[in-house]
């Protein structure tokens, strides 16, 4: 499986999409002063356990948007907070070359 995402990754290019919730997960916990597992989380927002963890885990890994609804739902928070936009450096470099 990871062989299929590293080929996947090369051949398409990586993803510049990060899913926050690991930090999200912390933040929550912090505030009701306790632990939070991966499956609680998954109980709470009836995603599977694994594409939880793969959304943690695995870079340039996709999900349905019911997914990022149910988290937003849990979490009490907007897309915006689960997921960010992190530029890949060749992106960087490429659009800088093009300015004279």
């Known amino acids: 499986m990871q062989l299929f995402c590293f ?3 090369y051949l398409v290019g990586a993803t510049m999409i990060r899913f926050r ?15 939070i597992t991966l499956m609680e ?3 709470a927002t009836g995603i599977n356990r694994m594409t ?5 885990n695995t870079k340039g890994y996709s999900t349905v948007t ?4 149910k988290m937003c739902a849990y979490f009490g928070c ?7 936009y992190i530029p890949e450096e060749n992106s960087v470099k490429s ?3 093009d300015t004279k």
Do not use: C
Not at 23 to 34: H, I, P, T, V
Not at 66 to 69: E, G, K, P, S, T
């Open 78 to 84: 907007l897309v915006g907070d689960i997921a960010e």
């Open 21 to 35: 919730i690991t930090e999200l997960l912390a933040d929550k916990q912090f505030k009701e002063g306790r632990r």
């Open 41 to 43: 989380l998954a109980e």
């Open 52 to 56: 939880l963890s793969r959304m943690i």
């Open 95 to 97: 659009s800088g070359s």
């Open 7 to 9: 080929i996947r990754n």
């Open 66 to 69: 019911d997914n990022l609804d």
